[in-house]
């Protein structure tokens, strides 16, 4: 079973930033990630997507030019570098990922597998 473990959540100030990690077991190798994201009341929103070996990612205009999702193979991480953050960005952040080398990838929910527990993001004006 794939587990995906998520930390770096936490509080920030407007304008400040913070870099969220997920890992998985040396056992599995990530192909295809994600970042989502859901705030109370809101749905879910797909934030950042990526895959390895591929140089183009996808990112919701809302995070567009201050959010960054990469990955480090060698440590099985995927990242995801929030910049001048908007008190807007307070939500619960998801990491999702596949681990199948034919994945498909995407800022769509139903593309993933496998998702972290989630890390709490807060941002005070």
């Known amino acids: 079973q794939v587990q995906l473990v998520e930390s770096g959540g936490g509080s920030a100030q407007a304008g400040g930033s913070l870099r969220l990690s997920c890992t998985t077991s040396?056992?599995?190798?990530?192909?295809?990630m994600a970042w989502f994201r859901q705030a109370p009341g809101k749905e879910r929103e797909g934030v950042a997507a990526?895959?390895?070996?591929?140089?183009?990612?996808y990112y919701a205009d809302s995070v567009k030019g201050r959010f960054t999702t990469s990955h480090d193979n060698a440590k099985n991480t995927i990242y995801l570098q929030m910049n001048s953050l908007k008190p807007e960005d307070t939500a619960m952040y998801y990491c999702?990922?596949?681990?199948?080398?034919?994945?498909?990838?995407?800022?769509?929910?139903?593309?993933?597998?496998?998702w972290g527990q989630g890390t709490q993001v807060t941002v005070s004006s």
């Open positions: 040396d056992t599995y190798s990530i192909y295809c």
């Open positions: 990526g895959r390895v070996g591929v140089t183009s990612t």
């Open positions: 999702a990922a596949d681990v199948s080398p034919g994945c498909r990838w995407g800022l769509l929910a139903s593309l993933y597998n496998f």
